[in-house]
């Protein structure tokens, strides 16, 4: 399969870039949803493309779009992403796409933390809680919280870092009805998420979803879902308090970054080293497996993508 850095397709048009999805409109009410080998970091997209990556995403999501449907309506439309693009550019869809409803996004990233690392982390050492949510003294990095708690974000443009934002906040920007059912939602698929990793050795540290409204105001789950990029997870036979775990994300990118010397976290970064490349992709892949169940092909070539 090739490798996708950005995707180059001329039959339809091209709706937007995100760091990693390039999105393209299929008539007045459908979009293509086209998952990218691209890696962000920091908010940073990254130069070099992390092999299999966006097949495996696009896999996870619609793993647990399946799986989660009975908790919320997704924006799938069942529609072959092939059948939508010209022939030469199928091996660009290929694996890694979806078409789906086009919705009217809420501008809220939902996230839900079982455990106390990254910018939650840093929130709780500063004073004591976590947008706005006060949690008991003592914790220590990636202990596991009493219960899960909801910790919107309000979403940045590209290459700025999102703002925790505080639930009363949240209420403000899109109206209290829709906050409450947001935030109800995402804690129930949290959880469910959370039980059904457990069984399989997985922790979901943490977590984000983003939703969208269609034509009547229902709301949809959309975009990504618990994917290794939109989550933590970490072994479970690897978790101690205290210490920061291993994990089948990106956090290893992002713990090799943070170890370049001088680098401020704004564009350009430093080029990733083949092995950093080779082992994030491996970790994508064991995510996927130990997750999902399924396997992606131990390698991918590194020409001819697009």
Same mark, same amino acid.
């Not at 708690?149 to 290459?159: C, L």
């Not at 976290?265 to 999902?292: D, N, S, W």
């Given at each position: 399969?090739?490798?996708?850095?950005?995707?180059?397709?001329?039959?339809?048009?091209?709706?937007?870039?995100?760091?990693?999805?390039?999105?393209?409109?299929?008539?007045?009410?459908?979009?293509?949803?086209?998952?990218?080998?691209?890696?962000?970091?920091?908010?940073?997209?990254?130069?070099?493309?992390?092999?299999?990556?966006?097949?495996?995403?696009?896999?996870?999501? &619609?793993?647990?779009?399946?799986?989660? =449907?009975?908790?919320?309506?997704?924006? &799938?439309?069942g529609?072959?992403?092939?059948?939508?693009?010209?022939?030469?550019?199928?091996?660009?869809?290929?694996?890694?796409?979806?078409?789906?409803?086009?919705?009217?996004?809420?501008?809220?990233?939902?996230?839900?933390?079982?455990?106390?690392?990254?910018?939650?982390?840093?929130?709780?050492?500063?004073?004591? =809680?976590?947008?706005?949510?006060?949690?008991?003294?003592?914790?220590?990095l990636?202990?596991?919280?009493?219960?899960?708690?909801?910790?919107?974000a309000?979403?940045?443009?590209?290459?700025?870092h999102?703002?925790?934002?505080?639930?009363?906040?949240?209420?403000?920007?899109?109206?209290?009805?829709? =906050?409450?059912?947001?935030?109800?939602?995402?804690?129930? &698929?949290?959880?469910?998420?959370?039980?059904?990793?457990?069984?399989?050795?997985?922790?979901?540290?943490?977590?984000?979803?983003?939703?969208?409204?269609?034509?009547?105001?229902?709301l949809?789950l959309m975009?990504?879902?618990?994917?290794?990029?939109?989550?933590?997870f970490?072994?479970?036979?690897?978790?101690?308090?205290?210490?920061?775990?291993?994990?089948?994300d990106?956090?290893?990118?992002?713990?090799?970054?943070?170890?370049?010397?001088?680098?401020?976290?704004?564009?350009?970064?430093?080029?990733?080293?083949?092995?950093v490349? =080779?082992?994030?992709?491996e970790?994508?892949?064991?995510?996927?497996?130990?997750?999902?169940?399924?396997?992606?092909?131990?390698?991918?070539?590194?020409?001819?993508?697009a």
């Amino acid at each position: 399969m090739p490798i996708v850095h950005r995707s180059t397709l001329h039959s339809l048009p091209l709706v937007s870039r995100g760091k990693v999805r390039d999105n393209y409109a299929v008539g007045d009410d459908r979009l293509l949803i086209v998952t990218t080998d691209r890696l962000s970091a920091f908010d940073v997209v990254l130069s070099e493309p992390i092999p299999d990556k966006g097949r495996v995403l696009n896999r996870m999501a &619609l793993f647990w779009f399946e799986r989660l =449907a009975d908790v919320v309506p997704n924006h &799938l439309t069942g529609i072959d992403p092939e059948s939508v693009v010209q022939p030469d550019e199928r091996d660009q869809v290929r694996g890694r796409s979806m078409v789906v409803k086009r919705l009217q996004p809420i501008l809220v990233e939902a996230v839900v933390r079982g455990y106390l690392i990254g910018s939650g982390w840093k929130d709780y050492q500063s004073g004591g =809680a976590v947008c706005g949510i006060a949690l008991p003294a003592g914790l220590r990095l990636a202990d596991r919280l009493p219960q899960p708690i909801f910790t919107p974000a309000a979403k940045a443009e590209q290459g700025e870092h999102d703002e925790n934002i505080s639930f009363d906040e949240m209420s403000r920007r899109i109206g209290a009805a829709v =906050a409450a059912r947001i935030r109800d939602v995402s804690l129930q &698929l949290y959880r469910r998420a959370a039980e059904h990793c457990a069984a399989r050795g997985i922790i979901v540290a943490d977590t984000k979803f983003e939703f969208g409204l269609d034509e009547n105001g229902t709301l949809h789950l959309m975009d990504e879902v618990l994917t290794a990029d939109s989550s933590r997870f970490w072994p479970a036979d690897s978790w101690r308090p205290g210490e920061s775990p291993p994990s089948f994300d990106k956090q290893y990118v992002r713990d090799w970054l943070e170890s370049v010397p001088g680098w401020n976290k704004k564009p350009p970064a430093p080029h990733l080293p083949p092995q950093v490349v =080779a082992q994030t992709a491996e970790r994508y892949r064991e995510a996927l497996r130990r997750i999902a169940g399924e396997e992606l092909p131990p390698e991918a070539p590194m020409a001819g993508g697009a």
